[in-house]
């Protein structure tokens, strides 16, 4: 293997199993300037990248990520109906700033609404949702106007948290941007793909810098480029202190995150 594919095996290994960006550039930097001195095969120097990004994991994993902050989000004794089913039946759910909590489980086990409760959009029947701060919604789907183009949608959600519209636009493009999307003269939302609308709604989840990030499947429809993307933003953000909720069917990723809420059986 050439150190070139052996680097970006180890970087992609390193995400995988939840590194934060930074902390993976360092180790890949750090393995590339060794190889790079040495000339020597990174397969008899380091082993096999999974097997390296594991031994280093081991060693670093728990020192390099920050301890979780406050609580930013505690939901306590959830209970929903809808008539006389039972949803949700006494759910309870805390996290910190610097945590991603995953909410998993069956379809139609009660994810999207646990997080609409969250966000506050539904009211439960019982129990309550405390948060510090301001929250962040992408739903499942929705959420997007169709006549709007995505400068637009930036300028009105940035108007609600009292950004210019300088400053939304700004702020929406670069953050489509580290999803591989160019949002500047995008056409209005009718035009846009599944995934790109998707794109848009968690662009605009993101833009007022919430402190509580709640993402209902937002990652429906993307390509695969743009799926490592939108982890790698998650861990970031995570890095950055938001405490993040991501409902997902995804259970690859569930070793890259701090808590999981599985909802399997949730209901009485
Ligand atoms: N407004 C509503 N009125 C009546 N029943 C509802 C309503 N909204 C959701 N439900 C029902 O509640 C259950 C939970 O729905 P919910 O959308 O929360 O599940 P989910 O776990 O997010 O599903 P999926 O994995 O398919 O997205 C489902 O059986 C759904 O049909």
Request: hydrophobic share 40%; glycine share 12%; with cysteine.
């Amino acid at each position: 293997m050439n150190p070139h594919a052996w680097l970006a095996e180890l970087d992609a290994e390193l995400r995988r199993r939840g590194t934060g960006p930074e902390t993976a550039g360092h180790v890949v930097a750090e393995a590339a300037a060794h190889l790079s001195d040495s000339g020597e095969n990174p397969v008899t120097v380091f082993g096999r990248p999974d097997s390296y990004a594991a031994a280093v994991i081991e060693i670093i994993g728990n020192r390099a990520r920050r301890a979780p902050g406050p609580i930013r989000l505690r939901a306590q004794g959830i209970t929903k109906r809808y008539r006389r089913r039972v949803v949700l039946d006494n759910v309870d759910l805390t996290v910190r700033a610097g945590q991603i909590a995953a909410v998993v489980g069956a379809n139609g086990c009660g994810k999207s609404t646990f997080l609409g409760i969250c966000a506050g959009l539904l009211s439960p029947d019982a129990g309550e949702v405390r948060v510090a701060g301001r929250i962040g919604y992408c739903p499942q789907d929705g959420g997007v106007a169709d006549f709007l183009r995505p400068d637009e949608h930036f300028v009105l959600v940035g108007a609600g948290a009292g950004l210019s519209r300088v400053t939304a636009k700004e702020r929406g493009r670069n953050s489509a941007a580290a999803l591989g999307w160019t949002a500047a003269d995008a056409p209005t939302a009718r035009q846009l793909s599944g995934g790109t609308r998707q794109k848009l709604n968690l662009v605009m989840s993101t833009l007022t810098e919430p402190d509580v990030l709640l993402l209902d499947e937002p990652y429906q429809g993307f390509d695969r480029g743009t799926y490592v993307n939108f982890w790698d933003q998650l861990y970031r953000l995570r890095d950055e202190g938001k405490a993040i909720v991501v409902v997902t069917h995804l259970l690859n990723q569930l070793d890259g995150v701090d808590l999981v809420l599985d909802l399997t059986g949730a209901a009485s």
